[in-house]
């Protein structure tokens, strides 16, 4: 049988996230890929067999006439007309969120997607605890919400601005508020706030740009379903004997569910306790997923295609804007 041909745009640490499972499947074949740090290009080259490397997608699209799909892992900004040459082309693909912090580049890469299988890496939609989570919801009533996304700062260039990440909420905490969306359905307003107090810019090395993003948030989401959901995010924390746990607490009437961040899932359930450790890679079966949709031709085998991941960040960007007017946002 003839192998899918992959072609890689970003070589960064997400990209190689991907590659590990890329690398087990019998059934795909990655012959390019593109990244302005020749090292990246050079060491992916390497890691995966590709044929040819690439200083830019640009360069790539030019030389790669039969490819059956791309992989797209860079910075929030850096989507610079990369999705839509795929479209163009009637490509597949799959994105790594957030996928831009242009909301009329989303909107518009989400109408043209509707028929095109795409993948966008929201990954916990693929746990096996996940799983669990909406098989417990199906009986529950629930009220209440509350989770975190606690720790440090990630030491990347993007991630030191607003203006070029969206913020920790956007960026990072995006992933639980996607599980929001997939588990309680779409929201009907947000109210959010923010504090800058906690982190002094000269903590960070000197090769990196001056810090000017939101040390922790909170986000009060209201869904259309009557749950609220309290979201808190922090990246000031050291780790230094904080017994901090980052996921979702999840409240019934008669039972609640205690999700801890790609790890485990706690049921509590007259007076009992059922604990479940996570048995799975969810970006392997992530992955799986979206190249068993490519092969099939069906966008509907994909857990978080583009236009579902686009109201995600919608969400993200009304929570920023509540931030930045003190005001309840409507969706």
């Not at 993948?119 to 009533?141: C, H, N, P, W």
């Not at 008669?254 to 450790?277: F, P």
Request: a negative charge; glycine letters at 6%; aromatic letters at 8%.
């Amino acid at each position: 049988m003839e192998k899918l041909k992959l072609a890689l745009i970003g070589c960064g640490g997400i990209m190689n996230a991907h590659v590990n499972g890329l690398l087990t499947f019998g059934d795909v074949e990655v012959v390019a890929v593109a990244d302005p740090r020749p090292e990246r290009t050079e060491a992916m080259k390497a890691r995966t067999g590709a044929k040819r490397a690439y200083a830019s997608h640009v360069e790539l699209f030019e030389n790669e006439e039969k490819l059956d799909a791309v992989y797209i892992c860079v910075e929030p900004t850096a989507h610079n007309n990369i999705e839509e040459t795929c479209i163009a082309r009637n490509l597949p693909f799959m994105v790594e969120k957030p996928m831009t912090l242009d909301m009329n580049q989303a909107a518009s890469i989400s109408q043209a997607t509707k028929n095109l299988v795409t993948s966008v890496g929201f990954q916990d939609r693929y746990l096996d605890l996940t799983d669990r989570i909406k098989a417990e919801l199906e009986d529950m009533k629930v009220g209440l919400v509350y989770g975190s996304w606690l720790g440090g700062v990630p030491q990347v260039w993007w991630w030191m601005k607003k203006d070029t990440c969206g913020g920790q909420l956007y960026e990072q905490n995006i992933h639980l508020l996607d599980q929001l969306r997939y588990f309680f359905g779409e929201a009907e307003k947000v109210y959010a706030t923010c504090g800058r107090t906690l982190i002094c810019p000269s903590e960070f090395p000197k090769n990196l740009p001056a810090y000017e993003t939101d040390d922790f948030s909170t986000a009060t989401i209201t869904f259309k379903s009557g749950v609220v959901a309290n979201l808190m995010s922090a990246c000031y924390i050291t780790g230094k004997g904080n017994p901090i746990r980052s996921g979702l607490t999840i409240i019934g009437r008669d039972k609640s569910l205690e999700y801890n961040l790609r790890h485990d899932l706690a049921i509590y359930e007259a007076a009992q306790e059922t604990k479940i450790r996570r048995q799975i890679d969810q970006m392997v079966r992530l992955d799986r997923a979206f190249l068993d949709a490519v092969k099939a031709g069906d966008p509907a085998m994909v857990r978080s295609p583009y236009a579902d991941a686009y109201k995600t960040l919608l969400l993200g960007m009304a929570a920023n804007k509540s931030m930045e007017t003190g005001e309840v946002v409507k969706l």
